[in-house]
């Protein structure tokens, strides 16, 4: 199993263990708590600042779990997935030069259904 893979399980066992329906920041918190105990180092709530004109601009993004220089992880708790949260985290990957990420929705019956891979070309 890749390692994009190992924190897909991650992501399952959590699911499994809470199943749908609760808050965002609880899924983020199991997660990175699961992420912990398979030995990933992650990191939560990661500030993204702006690059504007030369300039780094604090305008309050956060990424919801990074994995340094190998993948974003966006977490949502939603009725369903629209596009705008696509958009949202291809823009984090490309600000961060992070060609891979995971947008996870866990208000779903099956983690699976609320699962989007995305690669950006090296």
Not at 23 to 49: D, F, G, H, R, W
Not at 57 to 67: Q, T
Not at 68 to 77: A, F, Q, R, T, W
Not at 104 to 112: D, Q, R, S
Request: net charge neutral; glycine share 8%.
């Amino acid at each position: 199993m890749g390692f994009t893979g190992e924190v897909i399980g991650c992501a399952i066992e959590v699911h499994k263990q809470l199943g749908p329906g609760l808050l965002e920041s609880t899924y983020e918190k199991c997660l990175m708590y699961e992420l912990s105990l398979n030995n990933i180092t992650a990191y939560s709530q990661v500030v993204l600042p702006i690059c504007y004109k030369g300039m780094n601009i604090e305008a309050g993004y956060r990424l919801d779990i990074l994995l340094p220089s190998e993948l974003i992880i966006e977490l949502k708790s939603v009725d369903k997935l629209i596009p705008v949260y696509s958009a949202q985290l291809l823009t984090y990957m490309k600000l961060t030069n992070i060609n891979k990420g995971l947008l996870i929705n866990f208000n779903v019956k099956k983690l699976t259904d609320g699962l989007r891979r995305f690669n950006l070309p090296s």
